[in-house]
């Protein structure tokens, strides 16, 4: 996989639980998208991802029937296309025809529109039903465009980005350059242990 933020953010995590890396040491990675790098913060961990700048690109044929809403800005990044909507209530309430958006030529799509909540600053979902994955809850490497992508059109760098999935998920967004910085949380919710035996000799 070129960029992933859950699995990432996860590595670090069981890297520092089992004590292969001191809690002060930086994880490093070398991916698909080059080195990535992840750090422990007071309240979170801190991921160092590449910025996957978006840019503009013609509605496709079928993009609003298929949302089941009506674009303000389409855009394509590396990877996705990047849909900005009037509001935040939209993207909260949207419910997309998976079926169509499967048709359509992206591996997936992030639906994103600026927030009324003080608390917040923007909010998204990201559908890739093309990869099998209808709605993801939190999805790291989309935020790798829409931090940079709201980050020119507010005129900031830090942003609280809430992911609107049913259950939601936040992180904290930090543009620095050609580099996005993206802040979450992990917690081991349980342990497995994995043997190696040799195979039985076959029977006669």
Known sequence: MALCGHATLASAHILWEISILYLTDTARFNTLSGRLTARRLPDRIELDFPATPPVPVAEPDGLRNALGAEPVYVG??????????????????????????????SRGFMVTGKSNDPDTDFVSRFFAPAVGVDEDPVTGSAHCCLGLYWSKKLGK????????????????????????????????????????????EAVH
Not at 157 to 162: H, L, P, R
Not at 165 to 193: K, N, P, W
């Open 76 to 105: 394509k990044s590396r990877f996705d296309l990047i849909v900005e909507v009037e509001t935040a209530e939209i993207v909260k309430e949207l419910v997309p025809d998976i079926v169509a958006l499967k048709k359509l030529d």
């Open 157 to 200: 760098t830090e942003f609280s980005a809430w992911q609107a999935y049913a259950r939601g998920g936040r992180m904290s967004v930090r543009v620095e350059g050609d580099r996005v910085f993206l802040g979450g949380r992990a917690i081991t919710v349980f342990a497995a242990e994995l043997s190696e035996f040799a195979a039985p």
